[in-house]
């Protein structure tokens, strides 16, 4: 993808899928370069590509957005090394290999993200689900294989977000006990709050006009320039085309995607996708394909924890769920083609 720094654009589209993480441009391009034309740069964390676009080029030079970004992309890491499951040493990693552990807030408060959405779940979403997951190894090239059924059953013994205990003090001192559960995995949570955090740190360095993108978390800070709402497309499903459903236009807010259509592997001609039910530890099956969660800014880690919560509880008691919760809406694309949303939710349909 062209660096943006060398292009001059008129109208934007983000494209919005569960892992990937494009930004798609549509309109007149000038090819010269222009000073104030948008600073974007990718990295690569948590095992996808994001990219952070920098549009209030009037504010402020292209040297300090690029060093912005940069500053960003440390934070990432930072976050990477908390939060990451598969790092060897990160935080995480030591908790899960020690079984308790002093923690830092940052961790801390995404457990306590997880659990209160366990809680709201009825225990369908549970953050004990890392030696579960470790069975499943979904590549889409066929040369994955099913875990055996006595392995997954056996994984799902010390599988319960009850047993873990949080405790915060007075001193700001944050502990985390796991109480003989498997490993904790905060794939449905982390990014978001990761999102979150970058958001707010572009905000103090005086960033007016952006798009954070981590694959599927999008946020959007103030409008493109011209004062117009970002366009964000809304992928359609199973799409070798990345076809997309509609648009939502959005200003200073968080929308993200969950969905069984991204990540999957197949055998013996059926589809197997990587969101688990804790209750059977194979891929949930309920009515819905996707289900995306749009909020206002700074809600990144609620709507990453919902989308994937909504989809566990099918459309029904999802959409009640969302319902329920303020600030935010929802749209879930059903297995029969339909789609439902929220009270709230608004797009514009095709494209």
């Excluded at 993808?1 to 654009?9: A, E, I, Y």
């Excluded at 013996?268 to 209750?279: C, F, R, S, T, V």
Aim: hydrophobic share 35%; glycine share 8%; aromatic share 8%.
């Amino acid at each position: 993808m062209k660096k943006l720094s060398l292009l001059f654009l008129l109208i934007i589209i983000v494209i919005i899928s569960q892992t990937s993480c494009s930004v798609k441009h549509v309109g007149n391009l000038n090819s010269e370069v222009d000073q104030s034309a948008p600073v974007s740069k990718e990295g690569f964390f948590f095992d996808t590509v994001c990219t952070i676009t920098i549009f209030d080029m009037e504010n402020m030079s292209k040297e300090n957005a690029e060093h912005t970004i940069e500053e960003a992309y440390k934070e990432a890491a930072k976050y990477e090394k908390i939060f990451s499951r598969q790092i060897e040493d990160s935080e995480l990693w030591n908790l899960n290999h020690k079984g308790e552990l002093e923690v830092s807030e940052d961790l801390f408060s995404v457990v306590q993200e997880g659990l209160k959405y366990g809680d709201l779940s009825d225990g369908k979403f549970d953050i004990t689900m890392g030696s579960v997951l470790d069975l499943w190894d979904f590549q889409r090239d066929g040369s994955s294989k099913l875990p055996k059924k006595e392995d997954v059953n056996k994984a799902l013994e010390t599988v319960g977000y009850k047993r873990i205990e949080a405790k915060a003090t007075n001193d700001a001192e944050y502990s985390i006990k796991t109480g003989g559960a498997s490993e904790i995995d905060l794939g449905g949570v982390a990014k978001g709050y990761i999102c979150d955090k970058l958001s707010e740190l572009l905000l103090k360095r005086g960033v007016t006009s952006a798009i954070v993108n981590l694959g599927g978390n999008i946020t959007v800070i103030g409008e493109k320039p011209g004062k117009k709402p970002f366009n964000v497309a809304i992928e359609k499903p199973f799409s070798e085309r990345k076809d997309m459903i509609g648009i939502v236009k959005m200003k200073d807010g968080t929308i993200v995607t969950s969905g069984i259509y991204e990540r999957y592997m197949e055998v013996g001609g059926q589809k197997y996708h990587h969101i688990l039910d804790p209750a059977t530890g194979w891929p949930v099956d309920t009515d819905v394909i996707s289900v995306t969660i749009l909020s206002k800014i700074g809600n990144s880690m609620e709507c990453d924890a919902m989308s994937t919560t909504a989809l566990l509880l099918g459309s029904e008691r999802g959409l009640q769920l969302v319902e329920s919760t303020p600030d935010m809406e929802a749209l879930f694309q059903l297995k029969d083609g339909t789609k439902i949303k929220s009270s709230g939710f608004e797009y514009e349909e095709g494209r």
